[in-house]
């Protein structure tokens, strides 16, 4: 018996310690709560940043992710991908990005994702940059995100055409 009072309060004890570890990098708004919030980094040559993050829900109305504002460059879309004969390209979605009640959306690479556009300067590994998302429902809320590595993101998003972004460079 005292063994296992023992090990419930271990568990616990951990079980905060993850806690604390989880909200440290959370931005609650509304009903709503972002976590991880990641921008991929770039070459200094960059026109272009995809910015990744994980929308939960908790209440009980959906929500949308309409779009976003930032200092950093021109514009903040939000992108979904799509196959479109065999070839994956991203396009910004018109109404938003549906975040369901009680569900956890994951912005990622290879789905949808928040595009940044017409960078005003490069995203450099270990740096940090506030980014002001709206919501429909839920408004509008100051995240920051951290800078992630170059590395991994599946979708070439340089390399394929992309009018959506090119009609915004000059
Ligand atoms: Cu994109």
């Known amino acids: 018996?005292?063994?296992?009072?023992?090990?419930?309060?271990?568990?616990?004890?951990?079980?905060?310690?993850?806690?604390?570890?989880a909200s440290a990098n959370e931005t609650k708004v509304g009903s709503l709560i972002i976590e991880q919030p990641t921008i991929r980094g770039t070459v200094k040559t960059a026109k272009v940043a995809a910015g990744y993050l994980t929308i939960k829900n908790t209440g009980a109305e959906a929500d949308r992710l309409l779009s976003g504002q930032v200092t950093f460059a021109d514009q903040?879309?939000?992108?979904?991908?799509?196959?479109?004969?065999?070839?994956?390209?991203?396009?910004p979605l018109g109404d938003g990005l549906?975040?369901?009640?009680?569900?956890?959306?994951?912005?990622?690479?290879?789905?949808?994702?928040?595009?940044?556009?017409?960078l005003a300067e490069p995203m450099s590994e270990g740096e940090t940059r506030m980014v002001t998302l709206q919501f429909e429902?839920?408004?509008?809320?100051?995240?920051?995100?951290?800078?992630?590595?170059?590395a991994g993101d599946p979708v070439?998003?340089?390399?394929h055409d992309?009018?959506?972004h090119s009609s915004h460079s000059d």
Do not use: C, W, Y
């Open 137 to 150: 429902k839920a408004g509008s809320v100051e995240v920051m995100f951290s800078v992630g590595n170059l």
């Open 156 to 159: 070439d998003h340089t390399g």
């Open 1 to 21: 018996m005292i063994q296992r009072s023992f090990l419930l309060s271990l568990t616990a004890a951990f079980g905060l310690l993850a806690l604390a570890i």
């Open 98 to 118: 549906l975040i369901p009640p009680g569900e956890a959306v994951m912005l990622k690479r290879g789905a949808e994702h928040l595009m940044f556009m017409k």
């Open 162 to 164: 992309h009018s959506d």
């Open 76 to 91: 903040v879309q939000v992108h979904e991908m799509k196959v479109t004969d065999g070839v994956m390209t991203m396009r």
